[in-house]
């Protein structure tokens, strides 16, 4: 078995410790630390056998193969133009924003160089060891280094990524985003709350859940199809009294048009708004007039039609709705709670209610609207949608077809001007 190269640190922050400690307890021989606080390199020391703590950052690099600087983003630099680096040495940095660039003097005195940065966030050692299992590390070297840092990555439970020196920025720009600004917009959230009575705390508790929730979504629907809310149903009503309500707080109200305009195009990607209803939350969020008071006249048009589907049951002891296929849902761009209208084939009654998401083939009417349908009736369910007369040609309502088992046998769309070329 080849042997693991010997470890030396210099720096011990969150980062460094963290590292040390995990590599050591996956069989890393951790043989020097050092530290601009000397006492934090001891106590490092202290949990890990046969390592030393030194006051002097050269001497940490006369013992270890591989030298860790974990130190600062601004402090690499300098402490490596002080070091003395020989053939056979390697030294890596764990900045995310830093290149290769910043050990030059080591590269120069034929040591290979290289970078490692856990894509984690580093709040105290506990959290940190408890997170860095499942993380991905960015590795910027050349081999054989760069086959070392995968072991290493590996040793630490984690994923590698190869990054250019180019991509360092933009990568860790990213990560500041989706890690720190992920603070801020909870900031801003229990800004809001504040404006109603409940305190900081009680509103991060309140919020927790929510959030939580959002990044399972995240990591189990992806992106774009788990965005939820006002903006993925381009409900324009919802939005609009929020502006309203975020008038008297100018800063809020400004971070709310920017994050939601950011959001506009998942939400269309996500397909669940056709660009009508992206046009007008767009308006909205820049604060312009509506498109449709600016188009004029309205015309309620087609939105989606579920064709000749299949009633599974009637249950008149539940409240009033139609239980739909979740897949049906889907393809028809129906959204749960949506107003739908059901025509029945067999015997002609035409009522309205609301869609909920039922099981696998199910179409059940809820409530009153089961005394109007019997199992094994044909029904046709239809949506209806606002659009302007300027965009009433290009609309393109969906059709959903369906077999007797209530399974998608095909589906389409077609504008009012195709609809008049077929005729």
Excluded at 139 to 157: D, H, R, S, V, Y
Excluded at 344 to 352: E, L, M, S
Aim: with cysteine; aromatic share 4%; net charge neutral.
């Amino acid at each position: 078995m080849e042997r693991k190269p010997k470890l030396g640190f210099i720096g011990i922050g969150t980062v460094g410790n963290a590292l040390a400690l995990k590599l050591s307890r996956a069989g890393y021989p951790v043989v020097a630390v050092s530290s601009l606080r000397h006492t934090s390199a001891r106590n490092l020391a202290a949990q890990i056998k046969v390592c030393r703590a030194f006051e002097n950052n050269q001497d940490v690099v006369n013992v270890a193969d591989l030298i860790f600087i974990t130190t600062p983003d601004n402090a690499i630099e300098p402490v490596v133009s002080r070091l003395s680096f020989s053939r056979g040495k390697s030294v890596v940095h764990c900045s995310g924003a830093d290149s290769t660039r910043s050990l030059i003097t080591a590269r120069e005195a034929g040591a290979l160089v290289g970078t490692i940065h856990p894509l984690q966030t580093f709040a105290s050692t506990e959290q940190a060891l408890a997170n860095l299992p499942g993380s991905t590390f960015a590795l910027e070297a050349e081999e054989p280094l760069l086959g070392t840092l995968k072991e290493i990555t590996a040793a630490l439970e984690g994923y590698w990524i190869e990054l250019s020196a180019e991509d360092k920025v933009s990568y860790h720009a990213a990560a500041v985003i989706a890690c720190n600004y992920l603070v801020t917009l909870v900031k801003l959230a229990t800004d809001l709350w504040q404006t109603f009575g409940v305190p900081p705390a009680t509103a991060t508790r309140a919020l927790l859940p929510l959030i939580k929730g959002t990044v399972h979504n995240i990591e189990t629907v992806g992106l774009p199809d788990c965005l939820t809310g006002p903006i993925a149903r381009g409900d324009t009503n919802t939005i609009t009294k929020h502006l309203e309500a975020l008038e008297s707080e100018p800063s809020l109200l400004s971070a709310y048009r920017k994050l939601g305009l950011a959001t506009l195009p998942i939400a269309i990607a996500k397909g669940r708004i056709n660009p009508p209803q992206a046009e007008e939350v767009k308006s909205l969020l820049e604060g312009k007039k509506l498109v449709s008071e600016e188009k004029g006249l309205m015309l309620t048009m087609l939105k989606s039609k579920i064709h000749r589907a299949r009633v599974t049951d009637a249950n008149v002891d539940y409240e009033g709705s139609v239980s739909i296929d979740p897949v049906l849902l889907e393809a028809a761009n129906i959204f749960p709670f949506e107003q739908v209208h059901v025509l029945d084939v067999n015997n002609g009654a035409r009522f309205t209610t609301y869609a909920i998401a039922g099981t696998r083939g199910e179409i059940c009417l809820n409530g009153a609207a089961a005394r109007l349908v019997n199992r094994g009736d044909i029904v046709i369910i239809l949506t209806y949608c606002q659009v302007s007369e300027n965009d009433a040609h290009q609309h393109a309502p969906k059709l959903v077809y369906v077999d007797q088992n209530n399974a998608i046998t095909h589906t389409r769309t077609m504008t009012s001007v195709e609809a008049m070329a077929a005729h």
